[in-house]
Each structure stands twice: as structure tokens, then as C-alpha cells.
């Protein structure tokens, strides 16, 4: 069964930190292209970041956290990470870890996705 | 930025119905338009990838067509399964980009 548990949300000050983690299974993770899709409460879905598989190592942000939140991956241990800087109001939401079978983000969109971790700036 | 639009933004249906929901590049994207189904509290499901191929497991009822700017999503017969909010987003070019969604809701 495939699987992926994000951890890592909670309640954070403004320009505070957190980081997020999401522990896959049930497929082969380095061969999955990986993001970090976001939903605010009563918003729709934001696409925040990509990761490609690690032969590539390519890397994409949304302009809304580019360099406040960095992506990276672990395929040794099946993660994904999301490292979240200078948090803002704005930045809370449900945060998604969705993967890509083959890489093919492009071509066959988001076929696998997490339930998601919250998190929540507030002072 | 691709600017996606859906429409309509909510709608009541019946089990059964037909239900079709549209959605609207702000520039050509071919067919790298993809749907999703979310329910509260659950992971979106991927519905359509490409604009028209459905993903495995997803019951033929469902379907999707268009390309260049214009695209649709068509339920033929509302199940009541279906009640949820669905999201359509370009795969074209970065920054990936959503619809705001369209909920479908009981009559």
C-alpha cells in the first residue's frame, strides 16, 4: 500500500522555523519526483516546491517562499523534507507531500499525495 | 505565471446527474492539464492527467477533454461519492499552478 506520513506542522511564531518531514512506502522513492503542495485554510491548492529525482537533483519554489523554504530528500531513508525560514502568516495551511511516478510531473500530474501536516503562524 | 480559472465555483447536483465543470488557461498549456478530487480531511486524488487520460483505478464515469486553453471535466452520473471539491491544474510550465476549485454539492 502506498503511503506517505508528513510530520513536523505546529504552531509557530512569525520568522520563527520549522521543518517539515514526510516518510514514504509502498513504491520506489527514488524514482519519484517530488513537492510540497500547501492549502490555507479556506483557500484553495498552492504548489510551493519540487525536487526531481536525485540523478538530476533539479529544483523549482514557488516565488511566494523562495528563499525562506528549502526542499530536500533523503532516498536512503524514503523522506522528503521541507525546511521552512522566516515564517509568515501567510504561510499557514495544510502542507502537502505529493509525488510524481517516473518523474513525469509534467506529463501525468500528481498521482500521489499525503493527507498533510498543519501549520500555523500566529503570534 | 499561468493564471488557471474554473467555473463554475460551487454547484448543486442530484445522484445521477450529469455535471460538467470547466476550466480556462490564461495561455496555451496543449494538454498538460490535469483534475483532482479532494475531500475534506483526505489527500486530493488525481482524476485526469494529460487533459483526457484517466488515472488508474478511476471509475469511467469521469471524464475530461480539451486542449490549447479550454478544458472540461464531465461526471456522467453523479455518484454519491462524487460530493467533493475538484481542482483542475496546468503541468505546462513552473510555477505549476491550481484552479480555485469547484464544489460539488447534494441538492
Known amino acids: 500500500e502506498v503511503q506517505l506520513v508528513e510530520s513536523g506542522g505546529g504552531l509557530v511564531q512569525p520568522g520563527g522555523s520549522l521543518r517539515l518531514s514526510c516518510v514514504v512506502s509502498g513504491f520506489t522513492f527514488r524514482t519519484y519526483s517530488m513537492n510540497w503542495v500547501r492549502q490555507a485554510p479556506g483557500k484553495g491548492l498552492e504548489w510551493v516546491s519540487y525536487i526531481n529525482t536525485s540523478t538530476t537533483g533539479t529544483i523549482f519554489y514557488a516565488d511566494s517562499v523562495k528563499g525562506r523554504f528549502t526542499i530536500s530528500r533523503d532516498d536512503a531513508k524514503n523522506s522528503l523534507y521541507l525546511q521552512m525560514n522566516s515564517l509568515r502568516a501567510e504561510d499557514t495551511a495544510v502542507y502537502h507531500c505529493v509525488g510524481c511516478s517516473g518523474g513525469r510531473c509534467y506529463d501525468d500530474g500528481f498521482d500521489i499525495w499525503g493527507q498533510g501536516t498543519m501549520v500555523t503562524v500566529s503570534s | 505565471d499561468i493564471q488557471m480559472t474554473q467555473s463554475p465555483s460551487s454547484l448543486s447536483a442530484s445522484v445521477r446527474d450529469r455535471v460538467t465543470i470547466t476550466c480556462r488557461a490564461s495561455q496555451s498549456i496543449r494538454t498538460f492539464l490535469n483534475w483532482y478530487q479532494h475531500k475534506p480531511g483526505k489527500a486530493p486524488k488525481l482524476l485526469i492527467y494529460?487533459?483526457?487520460s484517466l488515472q488508474s483505478g478511476v471509475p469511467l464515469r469521469f471524464s475530461g477533454s480539451g486542449s490549447g486553453t479550454d478544458f472540461t471535466l464531465t461526471i456522467t452520473s453523479l455518484q454519491p461519492e462524487d460530493f467533493a471539491t475538484y481542482y483542475c491544474?496546468?503541468?505546462?510550465?513552473?510555477?505549476?499552478?491550481f484552479g480555485q476549485g469547484t464544489k460539488v454539492e447534494i441538492k
Open positions: 494529460a487533459a483526457s
Open positions: 491544474q496546468q503541468s505546462y510550465s513552473t510555477p505549476w499552478t
